[in-house]
C-alpha cells in the first residue's frame, strides 16, 4: 500500500512475516522472512537490486526475527503474559528492530542523522505493526467463538479496528498533504530563488532543469540509492544559489577575471551551503552545493579537495553542471557546439572530472544529444521572444487598433510556445537572419527555411527602388528575374500590406501582371505578403506564393511577421554598410569617386587591359584660372563650379567610362577601349562641355572657367598605373602652359585637335 507523504509504497507481507515467526520455529520463519525480503527488492527494483542493500536487509531481517521470537517466547513462555499482550509486545519489538537498524543504514548512506530518518519514514507507519496483534486476537476469538455474544464481540473489534484505521489514515493524509503542500511550496520558493539568482549569471531556467535532469540520469545509471538520488536533485537545483552574494557586474563580466574577482566569485559555494543548512533539509545538500567545484586533481575550489574525498555526489554534479555550462551562451563566451564540449571535457579527464564518472556521463549522452540539441535551439528561440518588444506588458495609452495588435501577437507566441518546432524553425531563420550582411544569400536560406514553417512554391524578398519593389531574391522563380522583375509601389499586394503596416492575405499574384516578367507568376492563386519596415521606413517586402487558393492562413501570416523585423534590421543594416562603402569613395562635394576610389579603379582598368590586351584612355583635367574664381568671388562660386564642372564632363562620358576627383580642381577621366583614332574627338567634347560652364551668382556675375587636359594612352604611352598618371600630369602642364599663352578667344574643335595632336608629338619626343 502507499501512504502518504511516503517516497516509496509500504508492504504489508511484515505481517504475514509475523505471524511466521509466532507460528513456525526460528529456522522456517528466517526462511519465510527471506523469501519474502527477496521478492520484494525484486519486484520494487527496476534492475537487478544492490546487493549491498539487499544484504543488510537480510542481516536487519534475522535480527528483528530472532530478537521478535525471543520476546514472545520469554513473555509467553516463561513470564506467563497474556498472548495477547505478549503479542503486542513482540510486535512493537519488531517493527522497533526493524525501523531502528534501516534508519541507521539510511542515515549512513545519506549522511543524515538517523533518528531524523526514523521520524520522518518510520515513525508514521508504526500502528500498522500494533494492528497484527489486534487482529491476531480477534481472529482467535472468532476462531473460538461459541456462542452470540463472542461472535459480536469479534465482529465489534472487527468493525472497531476499521473505523480506527480509516480515522487514523484518513488524519494521516490530512496531515501528510499539509506537509506536501508546505514542501511543495518550500520547494517552488527555492526554484523560484534558484532560478533567479541563475539569471543573474546569464543562465536560465532551463539549465537549472538540464542539470537536474542529467544528474539524476547520471546517478541511476551509477547504482546511487533512492536517498542519494533526492540529495544529487535538490543538490542540482541549489547548486549555485550562493551568486546571491556575488555582485552582478562579476557575474555578467564579458572578459577575463582578475585573481581578486576570481575570488569574490569563488566563496559562492561557502554562502550556498550556509544558505541550504539553513533550510534544514532531510538530505546533506549542503556538501554537494560545497563541493560542486572541486576538482579531481585537487585544483579546485573552496576546500582543495581531491580524488574520492569529494563527495561522489559533488564529482556527478561537477561533470553535469559543466558540460551543460559548455553547450549555453555565457555573457563570457558564446555557446559550444556538443561535440566541442565533449572534446573538451575528454581533455580534463583525471584533472577536473572523476574519470569513472566522466566515462559514464559520456557513454549516455548519445542517448539524449539529439533531445539536447532541440531542446538548446528552443530555449535560445524563447530568449528571442521574450526579447520582443511585442512581449511588453498592455499599456494604457494604446488605441484599440493597437492594442487588439497586440494581442494578437501575444497569442502568436503563446502558439509558438506550444508548438517547439516551429520555434526551433524560428530560431534557424532568426539566426540566419543575423549572421550576415550578404542579402542575397541570407535571403536565399531565408526562403528555404519558410517552406519547412509556411509551404509555398514560389517566394521572393523585393527592396524599394525608384517607387517600385525590385526582386532581389526568389525562390520558385528564375535566376534572371532577380532584379529585373519590379512590382509597382503604389498599388498592388505588397502596396497594401505595406499600407497595412502588417503581412497580410489575398487572392491571386503579388501585383498585376503587366511585364513579360510576370508571367513565371501566372498560376499564383493565394499570396501572403507582409511589409519589411525599419524606423517607420518601408524598405521592402516579402511575398510567398501559392497555386492553390486560400493556402495561406492569419497564424502563418503572424509568423511571417515575427521575421520581418529581424529581416528589416538586416537590410538596413547591409544597407547602412553599402552607404558607409559608397560614401567613403565618393567626394562629398561632386559625388564622383574620390582619389583613393579612382586610384583603384585605373588598377583595375589597366590589369584588365594587360590580360584582353585591349586599349586604355588616361586623361588628366584641371580647371583653369581657378583659384582666381575662388580669391574673387569665395568658396561657395569655386565649389558650385566643380560640381556644375563634374556634371558636364559626366554627359560626355560613355556609360562604363570613369570619372574621379583627384583633389582641388583636378579630374581624372579613364575610358576603356578608346584609342588614338577615338580620343581626340572625345577630348575636344570635353573642352568644349566644361568651356561652356558659366556659373550665374547672387549679384548675377557670371563666372565660367576653361579646363586644361593631358592624355595618356595603355599600351602606346605607358603600361603602369604611376607611368599613365606621370604621361598625362605633365601633358595636362603642357596644355596649361598653352591656354595661358593664347589669346581668350573661342576655339573651333580643329584648332583643339590640331594643337593636342601637337603637344602629344612634342610631349613623347621629350
Known sequence: IRLPGMDRAVSLSFAFRFAAIMELPVDLALFVVCVSLIYQALRDASGLPRWMDLGFSLGAAAVSTLATHKVYLYLAGRV???????????????????????????????????????SQQFFWIGPLYLLVPVAAAITEILKRATGTSDRLLGLGLIFGGYRYV???????????????????????????????????????????????????LLAKKLSFSEMEV??????????????????????????RLTEEEFSQIAVHTQIGADIVTAVDFPYPVEEVVMCHHEHWDGSGYPRQLCGPGIPRLARVLTVVDCFDALVVDRPYRAALPVDKAVEVMREQRGKLFDPEILDMFLQELPTFSADLEREL?????????????????????????????????????????????????????????????????????????????????????????????????????????????????????????????????????PAELTTGLHKYLLNVRSTLAAPIVADGK??????????????FNQEQAWFLGLITPKLAAMIAAAQDVQKLKTEAATDPLTAVPNARATFQRLEMEVERARREDAALAVLFLDLNHFKHINDTYGHGAGDRMLVQTADRLKTCLRAYDFLGRLGGDEFLAILPGMGEENIWAKVASLKKAVDGNVVTLADGTEVSASVSIGLALYPKDARSVEDLIYRSDKRMYVDKKKSREAPDVAESPGVVLAELSQQSQLVSAS
Open 80 to 118: 506467563g503474559v497474556e498472548p495477547l499482550l505478549a503479542l503486542g509486545v513482540a510486535a512493537i519489538a519488531y517493527y522497533g528492530a526493524s525501523s531502528v537498524t534501516n534508519s541507521i543504514y539510511i542515515g549512513f548512506q545519506s549522511r543524515t542523522a538517523p533518528w531524523k530518518i526514523w
Open 166 to 216: 480509516k480515522y487514523y489514515f484518513g488524519r494521516l493524509h490530512d496531515r501528510q498533504d499539509h506537509f506536501q503542500r508546505m514542501d511543495d511550496i518550500r520547494q517552488r520558493t527555492i526554484e523560484s530563488l534558484a532560478v533567479a539568482i541563475e539569471a543573474k549569471d546569464g543562465a536560465t531556467a532551463g539549465h537549472l532543469q538540464r542539470v537536474r535532469r542529467h544528474a539524476v
Open 377 to 509: 535551439k528552443i530555449e535560445r528561440a524563447r530568449l528571442l521572444l521574450d526579447q520582443s518588444p511585442v512581449q511588453r506588458v498592455k499599456q494604457t495609452w494604446l488605441t484599440d487598433a493597437e492594442s487588439n495588435e497586440t494581442a494578437l501577437r501575444r497569442m502568436t507566441f503563446e502558439r509558438l510556445a506550444e508548438t517547439p518546432e516551429q520555434l526551433v524553425l524560428l530560431y534557424d531563420i532568426l539566426q540566419v537572419l543575423g549572421s550576415s550582411l550578404e542579402v542575397h544569400e541570407t535571403m536565399k536560406q531565408t526562403l528555404e527555411l519558410l517552406e519547412r514553417v509556411i509551404p509555398h512554391e514560389q517566394g521572393g524578398v523585393f527592396a524599394v527602388e525608384d517607387r517600385q519593389y525590385v526582386l532581389i531574391q526568389g525562390r520558385g522563380i528564375p535566376e534572371h528575374c532577380i532584379s529585373r522583375l519590379a512590382v509597382p509601389v503604389d498599388h498592388g499586394t505588397l502596396a497594401n500590406a505595406a499600407t497595412a503596416q502588417k503581412a497580410i492575405l489575398a487572392p491571386g499574384p
Open 230 to 255: 533526492k540529495t544529487l536533485e535538490l543538490g542540482a537545483l541549489l547548486h549555485d544559489v550562493g551568486k546571491v552574494g556575488v555582485p552582478d557586474y562579476l557575474l555578467g563580466k564579458p572578459g
Open 538 to 551: 518601408v524598405l521592402g517586402a516579402i511575398a510567398l506564393c501559392s497555386s492553390r487558393s486560400d493556402a
